[in-house]
Protein backbone atom coordinates (compact mmCIF):
# COMPACT_ATOMS: atom_id res chain seq x y z
CA UNK A 1 0.00 0.00 0.00
CA UNK A 2 1.37 3.62 -1.09
CA UNK A 3 2.04 6.05 1.46
CA UNK A 4 -0.55 8.75 1.30
CA UNK A 5 1.11 12.23 -0.43
CA UNK A 6 1.73 14.79 2.34
CA UNK A 7 -0.05 17.48 2.44
CA UNK A 8 0.23 21.15 3.70
CA UNK A 9 -2.49 23.22 4.68
CA UNK A 10 -2.86 26.59 5.28
CA UNK A 11 -4.82 26.90 8.33
CA UNK A 12 -5.40 30.54 8.42
CA UNK A 13 -7.06 30.53 4.95
CA UNK A 14 -8.30 27.35 5.17
CA UNK A 15 -6.18 26.11 1.89
CA UNK A 16 -4.75 22.73 1.45
CA UNK A 17 -2.31 21.30 -1.64
CA UNK A 18 -0.45 17.88 -1.74
CA UNK A 19 2.90 17.56 -2.53
CA UNK A 20 2.94 15.16 -5.53
CA UNK A 21 6.24 13.67 -4.87
CA UNK A 22 6.32 12.69 -1.10
CA UNK A 23 10.02 13.40 0.27
CA UNK A 24 12.60 10.48 0.82
CA UNK A 25 13.20 11.51 4.52
CA UNK A 26 12.77 14.32 6.71
CA UNK A 27 14.50 14.89 10.01
CA UNK A 28 13.08 16.58 13.46
CA UNK A 29 14.83 18.64 15.51
CA UNK A 30 14.52 19.61 19.09
CA UNK A 31 16.37 21.35 22.04
CA UNK A 32 15.83 22.79 25.45
CA UNK A 33 18.19 25.16 27.11
CA UNK A 34 19.70 24.67 30.71
CA UNK A 35 21.61 27.32 33.09
CA UNK A 36 24.21 26.15 34.90
CA UNK A 37 24.44 27.29 38.68
CA UNK A 38 27.82 27.15 40.11
CA UNK A 39 27.72 26.54 44.27
CA UNK A 40 30.81 26.65 46.37
CA UNK A 41 31.77 23.45 47.53
CA UNK A 42 30.04 21.20 45.38
CA UNK A 43 31.89 19.07 42.12
CA UNK A 44 29.85 20.61 39.57
CA UNK A 45 27.79 22.87 38.37
CA UNK A 46 23.99 22.26 39.23
CA UNK A 47 21.70 22.51 36.29
CA UNK A 48 18.24 24.58 36.53
CA UNK A 49 15.86 24.32 33.07
CA UNK A 50 15.52 27.62 30.82
CA UNK A 51 13.18 26.82 28.41
CA UNK A 52 12.56 24.72 25.93
CA UNK A 53 13.48 25.66 22.12
CA UNK A 54 11.01 25.46 19.00
CA UNK A 55 10.82 21.80 17.54
CA UNK A 56 11.87 22.28 13.30
CA UNK A 57 11.03 19.93 10.91
CA UNK A 58 13.24 20.04 7.70
CA UNK A 59 13.15 17.85 4.38
CA UNK A 60 13.56 18.60 0.52
CA UNK A 61 10.69 18.83 -2.46
CA UNK A 62 11.13 17.46 -5.20
CA UNK A 63 8.76 19.76 -8.02
CA UNK A 64 7.91 18.52 -11.39
CA UNK A 65 5.96 19.94 -14.77
CA UNK A 66 7.52 17.78 -17.39
CA UNK A 67 6.06 14.30 -17.08
CA UNK A 68 2.53 13.87 -16.89
CA UNK A 69 0.96 12.77 -13.83
CA UNK A 70 -2.69 11.71 -12.80
CA UNK A 71 -3.45 13.96 -9.95
CA UNK A 72 -6.28 16.37 -8.30
CA UNK A 73 -6.57 19.73 -9.25
CA UNK A 74 -5.38 20.46 -6.13
CA UNK A 75 -1.51 18.93 -6.43
CA UNK A 76 1.45 20.66 -7.13
CA UNK A 77 2.01 19.42 -10.11
CA UNK A 78 1.23 21.32 -13.76
CA UNK A 79 2.45 19.08 -16.60
CA UNK A 80 4.68 20.98 -19.17
CA UNK A 81 4.54 24.03 -17.15
CA UNK A 82 7.56 26.72 -15.41
CA UNK A 83 8.21 24.72 -12.14
CA UNK A 84 8.59 28.35 -11.05
CA UNK A 85 4.44 28.32 -10.56
CA UNK A 86 4.88 25.45 -7.87
CA UNK A 87 7.81 27.05 -6.03
CA UNK A 88 5.77 29.90 -5.93
CA UNK A 89 2.97 28.26 -4.00
CA UNK A 90 5.43 26.87 -1.61
CA UNK A 91 7.55 29.95 -0.93
CA UNK A 92 4.47 32.20 -0.97
CA UNK A 93 3.73 30.35 2.31
CA UNK A 94 5.97 33.10 4.12
CA UNK A 95 3.92 36.06 2.72
CA UNK A 96 2.32 37.90 4.81
CA UNK A 97 -1.08 37.54 5.33
CA UNK A 98 -3.27 40.81 5.61
CA UNK A 99 -5.63 39.67 8.31
CA UNK A 100 -3.17 38.50 11.10
CA UNK A 101 -0.32 40.41 9.92
CA UNK A 102 1.84 37.61 9.99
CA UNK A 103 2.37 34.41 7.37
CA UNK A 104 0.08 31.77 7.98
CA UNK A 105 0.05 28.65 10.39
CA UNK A 106 0.28 25.45 8.53
CA UNK A 107 -0.40 21.98 8.90
CA UNK A 108 2.38 19.29 7.52
CA UNK A 109 0.63 16.12 7.72
CA UNK A 110 2.11 12.92 5.92
CA UNK A 111 1.02 9.38 7.45
CA UNK A 112 1.20 9.41 10.95
CA UNK A 113 3.14 12.83 11.20
CA UNK A 114 1.27 16.19 12.37
CA UNK A 115 3.00 19.10 12.84
CA UNK A 116 1.78 22.17 13.31
CA UNK A 117 4.12 24.84 12.21
CA UNK A 118 5.13 27.94 9.62
CA UNK A 119 7.65 28.01 7.22
CA UNK A 120 10.42 30.05 7.99
CA UNK A 121 12.94 28.82 5.23
CA UNK A 122 12.75 27.92 1.56
CA UNK A 123 16.30 27.31 -0.67
CA UNK A 124 15.47 26.42 -4.01
CA UNK A 125 17.57 24.60 -6.58
CA UNK A 126 16.26 24.02 -10.66
CA UNK A 127 17.97 21.25 -12.18
CA UNK A 128 16.03 20.33 -15.42
CA UNK A 129 15.44 23.38 -18.24
CA UNK A 130 13.25 23.25 -21.58
CA UNK A 131 15.15 24.53 -24.90
CA UNK A 132 13.78 27.89 -24.04
CA UNK A 133 14.99 27.86 -20.47
CA UNK A 134 12.13 27.93 -19.01
CA UNK A 135 12.68 25.41 -15.55
CA UNK A 136 10.37 22.53 -15.42
CA UNK A 137 12.32 20.58 -12.38
CA UNK A 138 13.15 21.96 -8.91
CA UNK A 139 13.99 20.49 -5.73
CA UNK A 140 12.99 22.77 -2.82
CA UNK A 141 14.66 22.67 0.58
CA UNK A 142 12.39 23.69 3.05
CA UNK A 143 12.48 24.22 6.84
CA UNK A 144 8.88 24.42 9.07
CA UNK A 145 9.14 26.13 12.43
CA UNK A 146 6.65 24.52 15.29
CA UNK A 147 4.19 27.00 15.92
CA UNK A 148 3.24 27.54 19.49
CA UNK A 149 1.35 30.48 21.40
CA UNK A 150 -0.23 30.91 25.28
CA UNK A 151 -3.22 28.54 24.39
CA UNK A 152 -1.69 25.71 22.99
CA UNK A 153 1.10 25.43 26.18
CA UNK A 154 -1.87 25.71 28.67
CA UNK A 155 -3.77 22.63 26.18
CA UNK A 156 -0.75 20.12 26.00
CA UNK A 157 0.92 21.14 29.16
CA UNK A 158 -1.09 20.86 32.61
CA UNK A 159 1.17 23.15 34.64
CA UNK A 160 1.16 22.43 38.77
CA UNK A 161 2.27 25.77 40.42
CA UNK A 162 5.92 24.88 41.93
CA UNK A 163 6.52 26.47 45.44
CA UNK A 164 10.22 25.70 46.10
CA UNK A 165 10.49 27.81 49.45
CA UNK A 166 11.24 25.87 52.86
CA UNK A 167 9.74 26.89 56.36
CA UNK A 168 12.70 26.60 58.83
CA UNK A 169 12.04 27.60 62.48
CA UNK A 170 14.99 29.37 64.30
CA UNK A 171 16.07 27.51 67.46
CA UNK A 172 18.29 29.57 70.15
CA UNK A 173 22.09 30.90 69.65
CA UNK A 174 21.12 30.37 65.44
CA UNK A 175 23.03 32.98 63.11
CA UNK A 176 21.80 32.80 59.35
CA UNK A 177 25.09 31.42 58.29
CA UNK A 178 24.67 28.67 60.49
CA UNK A 179 20.95 27.69 58.72
CA UNK A 180 22.66 28.73 54.92
CA UNK A 181 25.33 26.50 55.94
CA UNK A 182 22.85 23.69 56.98
CA UNK A 183 20.27 24.34 54.32
CA UNK A 184 22.69 25.27 51.26
CA UNK A 185 25.90 23.61 52.37
CA UNK A 186 27.63 27.09 52.34
CA UNK A 187 27.30 29.53 55.32
CA UNK A 188 28.77 32.14 53.11
CA UNK A 189 25.20 32.00 51.25
CA UNK A 190 22.88 33.94 54.35
CA UNK A 191 22.12 37.04 52.16
CA UNK A 192 19.88 35.41 49.79
CA UNK A 193 17.50 33.85 53.13
CA UNK A 194 17.88 37.24 54.70
CA UNK A 195 16.33 39.45 51.57
CA UNK A 196 13.72 37.04 51.61
CA UNK A 197 12.85 37.61 55.11
CA UNK A 198 13.91 41.28 55.26
CA UNK A 199 16.07 39.78 58.48
CA UNK A 200 18.02 43.45 59.15
CA UNK A 201 20.59 41.48 62.04
CA UNK A 202 21.65 37.93 60.41
CA UNK A 203 23.69 37.74 63.84
CA UNK A 204 20.72 37.93 65.74
CA UNK A 205 17.39 35.84 65.49
CA UNK A 206 14.51 35.42 67.43
CA UNK A 207 14.28 31.59 68.95
CA UNK A 208 10.96 30.78 67.19
CA UNK A 209 11.57 33.16 63.94
CA UNK A 210 9.57 31.21 61.17
CA UNK A 211 11.88 31.59 57.65
CA UNK A 212 11.19 31.08 54.20
CA UNK A 213 14.34 29.38 52.67
CA UNK A 214 14.56 30.14 48.74
CA UNK A 215 15.45 28.21 46.08
CA UNK A 216 19.29 29.53 45.29
CA UNK A 217 19.31 31.56 42.58
CA UNK A 218 17.43 33.80 44.37
CA UNK A 219 16.80 37.11 42.85
CA UNK A 220 16.08 40.93 44.90
CA UNK A 221 12.54 41.68 44.19
CA UNK A 222 13.90 45.75 43.91
CA UNK A 223 17.64 45.48 43.22
CA UNK A 224 17.44 42.75 40.39
CA UNK A 225 20.49 41.00 42.27
CA UNK A 226 21.05 37.59 41.57
CA UNK A 227 22.43 35.27 44.59
CA UNK A 228 24.13 31.94 43.59
Not at 182 to 210: C, M, S
Not at 214 to 223: C, D, K, S, V
Request: net charge neutral; proline share 6%; with cysteine.
Amino acid sequence: MALEKATITNLTLNKKFTVLFNPEEYSLNRDINYAQIAIPGLSGPLLQFVHGNMQTLEMELFLDTYEEHREGSRSLNQAGGDVREQVGQVTGLMNIEPTIHAPPVLLFTWGTLSFTCVLARASQRYIMFKPDGVPVRARVQVTFNEFRNADLEAKEIKRETADYTKAYTVTAGETLSAIAGREYGNPKLWRPIALANDVLDPHRLPTGLRLLIPRLPYRHMETGEVYQ
